[in-house]
C-alpha cells in the first residue's frame, strides 16, 4: 500500500484531506486504480470514510475530474461517484454518458447503467438492454436495475420467458435479471423455474437478493422450507459462506427449530445439522473466511446441536415419494429400505440412480433391484449407469 493511499484511509485529518483533495483536483487516476484494487482488503466502514472524504472535495468546478475514474469500477465508490455527477448534470454531460455508455469500457458502461437511473434519458434504453446479459455481473446488474426503474415491461417480460428455456443458463441468467430488476411480482415464476431446474442451488441464491427466506415461508411453509434447503445444499460449494447473515440463515432455522415439526422441516433441519457438522470439521470451508463468518456457523451449528433428532428421523420418510421437492435429502437420512426400493420404479432416472446408489451404501443392493431399475428407464446411457453401480 502506498503512503498516499495508507494516508487516504487513515484517521488523521491532517494526512487524509490533502489526499482527498490532491486525489480529486488532480486528477490523481493511479491513486484511486490503487483505491479500487484495495477493495476485498479495506473495511467496509473504511471505504465508506474514504468515499464521504472524496465527495466533501467535489464541487461545480472540478464534478467533470470524476469521469477520469470511470475506468476502475468500484461498488465502494459508485455511489458517491454516480450522486456527484449527476447533481451537477447538464445535457453536455449526458451526452458524454451515452458516448461511454456505447464505446466504454465494460467498468465505464457499469458507471454509466447506474447514472441513467437517475438522469431517466430514454436514448440510454437500448444500450440498458444490450448489457443486461453481459458477462460482467456488475454491469448486467446496474443495467436490470435501471429498466426496472425505469419499468420497461418489454426487458421483464423477455426475462419471464427465459424462465422457460430448456438451456440452464438462460433460465439462471432469466432469474438474475429479474432479481435485479427489482419486481417482487417475480419470485412465484422464479420458484416456479427453480423447481424444474438443475442449477436450482444457484437460482435459490439468486432469488433472495429479491426476496427473503421468511416473506417465501409466510406465503407457502413449505416453498420457505424448499428455498432454506437449496441454500444449505448450496453453501460452501456454490454459495458464499458469508451469505448466510444475507439469507438470516441462523434467524430462520431458530423459527423453524421452534416450529411444529413437519416432513419438509425435519428434512431441512437433518440436512442442516449435517452440512454444518460438514463445514465445522473440515477447514478448507472456514480457512479463508472472515472472524465474523467463521463464527457464525459455529453458532448454527450450535443452535442445531439442540434438536432432539429422533423426532426428525421419525418424521423424514414421508418425504420418500418422486413428487417431493425433498425427495433427495430424505434418502440421505432414511432408513427405510422398503420405501427405497419402491423408488426404484420411479419415471425420474435421478431418483432411480440415488435410490440405487443407497442401497449400495446399506449393502443391501441385489440383482433384483438393479433389474426394477433397468426396466424403469429407457436411456441407454442410464442403463449403464446403473450397470455400474
Same mark, same amino acid.
Request: aromatic share 10%; proline share 2%.
Given at each position: 500500500?502506498?503512503?498516499?493511499? *495508507? *494516508? ?28 479500487? /484494487? ?21 464541487? @461545480? ?17 459508485? #455511489? ?10 447538464? /445535457?453536455?454531460?449526458?451526452? *458524454? ?9 465494460? #467498468? ?11 438522469? !431517466? ?13 453481459? !458477462? ?14 425505469? =419499468? #420497461? ?11 422457460? +428455456? ?13 432479481? +435485479? ?16 431446474? +438443475?442449477?436450482?442451488? =444457484? ?23 424448499? &428455498?432454506?434447503?437449496?441454500?444449505? =445444499?448450496?453453501?460452501? /460449494? &456454490? ?6 447473515? #444475507?439469507? !438470516? ?21 437433518? =440436512?442442516?445439522?449435517? *452440512?454444518? @457438522?460438514?463445514? $465445522? ?7 479463508? @473466511?472472515?472472524? /465474523?463468518?467463521? !463464527? ?13 433428532? +429422533?423426532?426428525?428421523?421419525?418424521l423424514i420418510d414421508e418425504e420418500l415419494n418422486e413428487k417431493s421437492e425433498f425427495i433427495f435429502t430424505a434418502l440421505e437420512f432414511t432408513e427405510n429400505e422398503e420405501s427405497i426400493r419402491m423408488l426404484l420404479k420411479s419415471s425420474n432416472p435421478a431418483i432411480v440412480i440415488k435410490a440405487l446408489e443407497v442401497l449400495k451404501q446399506f449393502e443391501s443392493l441385489t440383482s433384483d433391484d438393479k433389474n $426394477? ?6 436411456? @441407454? ?7 455400474a453401480i
Open positions: 500500500m502506498s503512503d498516499k493511499l *495508507k *494516508k487516504l484511509t487513515g484517521k488523521n485529518p491532517n494526512d487524509f484531506e490533502p489526499v482527498a483533495y490532491s486525489l480529486i483536483n488532480n486528477p490523481d487516476v493511479d491513486l484511486f486504480c490503487e483505491l479500487v /484494487e484495495k477493495d476485498d482488503f479495506l473495511f467496509d466502514f473504511v471505504k465508506q470514510n474514504v468515499a464521504s472524504r472524496l465527495e466533501k472535495v467535489c464541487n @461545480e468546478l472540478n464534478y467533470l475530474n470524476l469521469l477520469n475514474f470511470l475506468k476502475y469500477y468500484s461498488p465502494s465508490y459508485e #455511489d458517491f461517484i454516480i450522486s456527484t455527477l449527476v447533481k451537477y448534470a447538464d /445535457e453536455d454531460l449526458t451526452d *458524454k454518458m451515452l458516448e461511454l455508455f456505447e464505446n466504454g469500457t465494460d #467498468d465505464e458502461k457499469t458507471y454509466c447503467a447506474k447514472y441513467f437511473s437517475y438522469i !431517466q434519458d430514454p436514448l440510454s434504453l437500448d444500450f440498458l438492454k444490450e448489457n443486461a446479459y453481459s !458477462q460482467n455481473s456488475a454491469l448486467a446488474s446496474n443495467c436490470a436495475s435501471t429498466l426496472g426503474i425505469l =419499468n #420497461d415491461v418489454e426487458s421483464y417480460n423477455k426475462a419471464i420467458l427465459m424462465l422457460d +428455456s430448456d438451456d440452464e443458463f438462460i433460465r439462471l441468467d432469466g432469474a438474475k435479471f429479474l432479481v +435485479s430488476y427489482g419486481n417482487k411480482n417475480a419470485v412465484p415464476t422464479i420458484i416456479s423455474a427453480i423447481k424444474k431446474s +438443475s442449477m436450482a442451488e =444457484n437460482m435459490a441464491g439468486e432469488l433472495l437478493y429479491l426476496t427473503d427466506l421468511f416473506t417465501v415461508y409466510k406465503n407457502n411453509q413449505r416453498e420457505g422450507l424448499y &428455498i432454506a434447503n437449496l441454500i444449505i =445444499n448450496g453453501l460452501g /460449494e &456454490i454459495l458464499g459462506l458469508a451469505q448466510v447473515f #444475507d439469507f !438470516q440463515l441462523y434467524e430462520f432455522l431458530e423459527m423453524v427449530i421452534k416450529s411444529p415439526k413437519t416432513s419438509s422441516s425435519a428434512a431441512v433441519l437433518l =440436512n442442516a445439522a449435517d *452440512k454444518f @457438522e460438514t463445514l $465445522t470439521e473440515n477447514d478448507e470451508y472456514l480457512f479463508d @473466511e472472515t472472524k /465474523e463468518t467463521k !463464527q457464525e456457523i459455529h453458532d448454527i451449528k450450535k443452535l442445531l446441536s439442540g434438536i432432539a433428532m +429422533s423426532v426428525l428421523y421419525g $426394477t431399475a433397468l426396466n424403469s428407464v429407457v436411456d @441407454e446411457n442410464i442403463k449403464n449407469v446403473i450397470l
